[in-house]
Each structure stands twice: as structure tokens, then as C-alpha cells.
């Protein structure tokens, strides 16, 4: 006879005639690739070519103002000159560009915050040096001179070219900041819009999904085999005279029933509705069964609360009576739920004939544990799983490991 330690889950459809997987993550997914968003660069090396064309754009513009004033200064200098006089300088900013916008990514997101501030000031310390250097070369070598500490001092550093040169130099670090970060915010804004996207097609995905599984719950376990087979074992209490025990196990179907139908449109529910539901329906396939049928159910009160995705546990213990039952033997069901390491795992072992480890290996699309692990991975994502595993003392034990 059965005994209920404190209370039972419910499922989706059934299936155990499927082959399920030992410790299976529901969807191997591919790694993110986190590195595209910290980078300006990313894996697309083309996006060279848009930032050097936009830094070269700068530097077109500039070296055309200082065409026009030198020609306002009646200085016979060519746009070619002018424009070498500043490329050289530029071209250093869009070797630098990439590593300044990882920093400032990595800085604003936080983690580490005070280790990509340094690297964030080294960087900027690099390009400031490093276009200044550019520009000290290539003017030394349009010229034919040879570089000396003297005339970079009175060029670089010295009124009144050196402060108007690192005024210009330091306004330029400071634009590449505000566009870098203005970049940054456009892609996390993207990336948010994308993840709210994928959240609303997944609760899309598991609304149509559900739909169309509450049709095969609804087969599976008040499917009119069920039905039959429950109304004959009624006749037959009948007929032996057991009057009360059939006006109870009528009673019980009939709750099942009213249960599926009033439930038929919810996406999830707490344990313990699954375990009011599952309680009608274990009862009934005690009586179908009788003495060749026996389960122990232990659930903790505080999992009762939780939200689960509707009807999730009832295909397991389906499972487990299709293929489990080897008459006229006493098929035991163990069903138990526990908190393990910030998880809530559901069990349900039974001692039947039990499967191979080979099927236990696959679970094919379009059966009751496969419908299962996807409605599973819909609701929790990739942190939840489903384990199917032969039992050394023969039967079979299939569980469920999601968040708590």
C-alpha cells in the first residue's frame, strides 16, 4: 500500500518510452562571445577600416584648417604637406583605439574597476605619448632633420606651440573617450533590447508549447485507455460489493479531471498544486493497479511555494509505470524533492526492470522527457537538467536539477 510523507508534484506529458539523457545540459550552447562587446574591434577585422576611415577623416579635416591658415599667413605650404603634418599623428589613435575602449568598457562595468582604471590612464598615457612621438618624427622628417631633445622642447613644450599642441592632443583623447563611451552605450542598449527580445520569445515559445502539450498531457494522462481502465476497475469494485471504495475511486477521478481542465491554461504553478494533482492521480493508479503497485512520496512543506512550469513531474512517474512494471511483481515508485547547493532537485526512483546505460544516453525529440527537458530549459534556462540513470540494484531513477 502506498504512504505519503508529505506531499507530490504533477507533469506534462508522459513518455518514458523514449530514451532519456544521463546528465545532460538541455541546450549545448554556443560560448558567448563577450570579447565583441568589449572591444571596439571585436571578430570583425573590418571594423578596421570604418575606424581608421574615421580617424583619417579627423585628420583630413585638420590638416585643411591648417592649409587655409597658413595660407592666410601667406606661408607657402602645399595640402599635401599639411595633411602629412597631422596623418602620422592620427594613424598612432587608431592603433590605440581598441585597448582605450576595452578599458573604458571593463571600467564602467565594474568588475575590477580600479585595475582597468590604471589601464585605462596607461592607455591614454601610450596615445598621448605615442601620436606626439608620431608627430615629432614626421616632422623632423619632412623637413630633413635630425631629431634632437632641444627642438622638441621648443616645438612640444614651450610657448607658444607646446600648450596649444597637448590643449589639442588632450581634447582629442577626450573625444575618443565620449565617442568610445557613446559606442559602449549603444551597444549595451542593443544588447539589452536583444535579451528583453529573447526573454518574450521564450515566455512566446513556452505559451504555444504549452498549448500544445496540455493536448498530449491531456492523452497521456487522462487518455481514454486511463479512462476505460479506471471505469473497469470501478465495475469491478462493483461487482465484489466494494461500494464506498468505488464511490471514492469515481469521487478521485472525477477531481482529476476538474483539476486538468481548471489548469489547462496555466504556464506554471507552485509545487503544491503539482502535488494535489499528482496526489489524485497516484490514487488512481493505485486502485488501477492494487496490490501490484506501491509509492512513497517525500516533499518538504517549504518547497511548496515554488513556481514550476505546470504538470512536470507526472510524466516521470508515468514513466516509470510503463516501463517499470514486470507483473506480478510489486512495482515501489519513490518520489522525494530536496535543496542541494542553491538547487532544488526532483527525484523519481522506482525498482522495476529498469533501462541500459546506452538508452539512457539519448533522449529523442518528440517524447514525453524530451518535452520535459525543453519546457525545463524555457522556464529556467540552461541551469536546469534532466538525468535518467540506471540503478545498480535494477530499476531506474530520473531526476530534475533547476534553480531554487
Request: aromatic content about 10%.
Amino acid at each position: 500500500m502506498s504512504r505519503v510523507d508529505s506531499s507530490i508534484a504533477g507533469g506534462v506529458d508522459a513518455g518514458h518510452g523514449v530514451a532519456p539523457v544521463i546528465d545532460r545540459p538541455l541546450e549545448a550552447r554556443a560560448p558567448e562571445k563577450g570579447t565583441d562587446v568589449e572591444r571596439l574591434i571585436g571578430d570583425y577585422p573590418s571594423r578596421w577600416l570604418a575606424l581608421a576611415g574615421i580617424w583619417l577623416a579627423v585628420a583630413f579635416s585638420i590638416g585643411f584648417g591648417l592649409f587655409v591658415n597658413f595660407q592666410a599667413q601667406g606661408r607657402e605650404v602645399s595640402f599635401g604637406s599639411s595633411l602629412m603634418a597631422v596623418i602620422p599623428h592620427y594613424f598612432f589613435w587608431v592603433l590605440v583605439s581598441p585597448p582605450i575602449y576595452r578599458a573604458l568598457h571593463r571600467t564602467i562595468s565594474g568588475a575590477n574597476r580600479f585595475l582597468w582604471i590604471a589601464n585605462l590612464i596607461a592607455w591614454s598615457v601610450i596615445a598621448l605619448a605615442g601620436s606626439t612621438t608620431m608627430s615629432f618624427l614626421s616632422y623632423f622628417l619632412r623637413r630633413g632633420l635630425m631629431p634632437d631633445l632641444e627642438r622638441f622642447v621648443s616645438i612640444y613644450v614651450l610657448p607658444p606651440a607646446g600648450p596649444a599642441f597637448w590643449a589639442m592632443n588632450f581634447s582629442i583623447l577626450l573625444l575618443a573617450l565620449t565617442a568610445f563611451a557613446g559606442v559602449r552605450w549603444r551597444r549595451l542598449r542593443d544588447q539589452a533590447l536583444w535579451n528583453s527580445a529573447r526573454t518574450e520569445l521564450r515566455g512566446a515559445k513556452l505559451e504555444a508549447q504549452l498549448a500544445l502539450t496540455r493536448l498530449q498531457v491531456l492523452q497521456a494522462q487522462i487518455h481514454p485507455h486511463f479512462v476505460l481502465n479506471s471505469l473497469n476497475a470501478i465495475a469491478g469494485l462493483v461487482q465484489i460489493g466494494e461500494r464506498d471504495r468505488a464511490f471514492d475511486a469515481i469521487s478521485r477521478l472525477g477531481e482529476l479531471l476538474q483539476l486538468a481542465l481548471r489548469n489547462g491554461t496555466d504556464t506554471s504553478m507552485t509545487f503544491g498544486d503539482e502535488i494535489d494533482f499528482l496526489q489524485r492521480y497516484l490514487k488512481l493508479c493505485e486502485l488501477r493497479f492494487d496490490a501490484q503497485f506501491n509509492y512513497c512520496v517525500s516533499v518538504p512543506d517549504a518547497l511548496r511555494t515554488r513556481r514550476m512550469p505546470a504538470l512536470i513531474v507526472q510524466p516521470l512517474i508515468e514513466n516509470a509505470l510503463r516501463h517499470g512494471m514486470q507483473p506480478p511483481r510489486t512495482l515501489t515508485v519513490n518520489l522525494r524533492a530536496y535543496e542541494c547547493a542553491g538547487s532544488i532537485v526532483i527525484e523519481v526512483e522506482d525498482d522495476g526492470r529498469g533501462i541500459s546505460p546506452e538508452s539512457a544516453e539519448v533522449l529523442r525529440a518528440g517524447h514525453g522527457l524530451a518535452n520535459v527537458a525543453e519546457r525545463l530549459r524555457l522556464f529556467f534556462g540552461d541551469a536546469a537538467c534532466l538525468r535518467l540513470e540506471p540503478l545498480e540494484s535494477g530499476g531506474t531513477r530520473a531526476s530534475i536539477t533547476c534553480a531554487a
